[in-house]
Nanobody, 113 residues
Framework: QVQLVESGGGLVQPGGSLKLSCAAS????????MGWYRQAPGKQRELVAF???????NYTDSAKGRFAFDVDIAKNTLYLQMIDLKPEDTAVYYC???????WGQGTQVTVSS
C-alpha cells in the first residue's frame, strides 16, 4: 500500500499563506490523479482540489484563485499553495489519489486572529 504523509499546516492569521506538502511512498506519476481534501470540525471530509496525471486541475469555488498545486516529481511530493486564507479554511487537510489509497494523518490548518 502507498503511504501518504501530509505536512505544512499551522496557525495563520486571516489573509496569510501556507504551503502544504503530501509525500507519497511511490511515484505520484503512478496515480491517475491526486487531490487535496479537508475536514472541518463537525463536518464531512470534502474534496478541495485535484490534479490529473496530465496536469489538468480542478478547484472548488472556495479554492479558486487562492489555492494552487505544485509538484516535485523527483521527491514524489504534491503541494498545495494556499494564499488569502480565511477562517472558514480551518480544517484538517488530507491528500489522496486515484486509485484511492489509505488516508494519512492529515495536517491541521487553523486560520484565526
Amino acid at each position: 500500500q502507498v503511504q501518504l504523509v501530509e505536512s505544512g499546516g499551522g496557525l495563520v492569521q486571516p489573509g496569510g499563506s501556507l504551503k502544504l506538502s503530501c509525500a507519497a511512498s511511490r511515484s505520484i506519476l503512478s496515480f491517475n490523479a491526486m487531490g487535496w481534501y479537508r475536514q472541518a470540525p463537525g463536518k464531512q471530509r470534502e474534496l478541495v482540489a485535484f490534479i490529473t496525471r496530465d496536469s489538468r486541475t480542478n478547484y472548488t469555488d472556495s479554492a479558486k484563485g487562492r489555492f494552487a498545486f505544485d509538484v516535485d516529481i523527483a521527491k514524489n511530493t504534491l503541494y498545495l499553495q494556499m494564499i488569502d486564507l480565511k477562517p472558514e479554511d480551518t480544517a484538517v487537510y488530507y491528500c489522496n489519489a486515484h486509485p484511492f489509497q489509505p488516508w494519512g494523518q492529515g495536517t491541521q490548518v487553523t486560520v484565526s486572529s
